[in-house]
Structures are given as C-alpha cells and as structure tokens.
C-alpha cells in the first residue's frame, strides 16, 4: 500500500519562505517521478514542480526563481522549498507519485499553504 504523507504547509506573509515535505511509504521511491501540484478554491490543480527518477526537473513558469524541488531517496522524501511566497501561491499542496513502470499515480492529502499581503 502507497501512502503520501505531507507536512510543512502554514500561513506566511508575503515575501516569507515555507518548506513541504512528503514521505512516501510502501514503494520503491527512487525511480519513480514526484511532483508537486497545488489546487486554488475554485481552480484546477495544477503542476508546481516535478522531478524525475534521474533528477530532472519541470517547473511551473510562475514559480521558477522561487521554489525549489529536491528529493532524499534514502528517506522516500521529496521537499518543495518555497520562497519569495506571494498571496497568489495560496492553495493546497498536494504530493504525486507517478510509477514509472505501471503509470499508476498516488496523491497525498494535501497541505494548506496561505500567503497574506
């Protein structure tokens, strides 16, 4: 059983820094593709960050400059560090994991994240 557990989500002024984490348990975590994606009230989920079995990486364009994904595959931990936050980043985190060999993805339960100005 795949299980995605996030944590590190909180309410921040603008400008500050926040840092999620997820842990993944029940899978083989280091080849597999993790990503980020958030969810604003009335909006569609949306691609954050990723990052490959190999370590490549896709950001959003409204992100980039500012948030940071990384990965300890010791730990099955991927971090999405967030920085230069803005009220427009306000939404539900949510962790991914998509396997590579079946295309089978496992969400998290997701974070809050609140920006205020």
């Known amino acids: 059983q795949v299980q995605l557990v996030e944590s590190g989500g909180g309410s921040v002024q603008a400008g500050g820094s926040l840092r999620l984490s997820c842990v993944v348990s029940?899978?083989?975590?280091?080849?597999?593709?993790v990503g980020w994606y958030r969810q604003a009230p009335g909006k569609q989920r949306d691609l954050v960050a990723s990052?490959?079995?190999?370590?490549?990486?896709n950001y959003a364009e409204s992100v980039k400059g500012r948030f940071t994904i990384s990965r300890d595959n010791a730990q099955k931990t991927v971090y999405l560090q967030m920085n230069s936050l803005k009220p427009e980043d306000t939404a539900v985190y949510y962790c991914?994991?998509?396997?590579?060999?079946?295309?089978?993805?496992?969400w998290g339960q997701g974070t809050q994240v609140t920006v205020s100005s």
């Open positions: 991914r994991l998509l396997v590579v060999t079946t295309r089978r993805e496992y």
């Open positions: 029940g899978s083989i975590f280091s080849i597999h593709t």
């Open positions: 990052m490959s079995g190999g370590g490549s990486t």
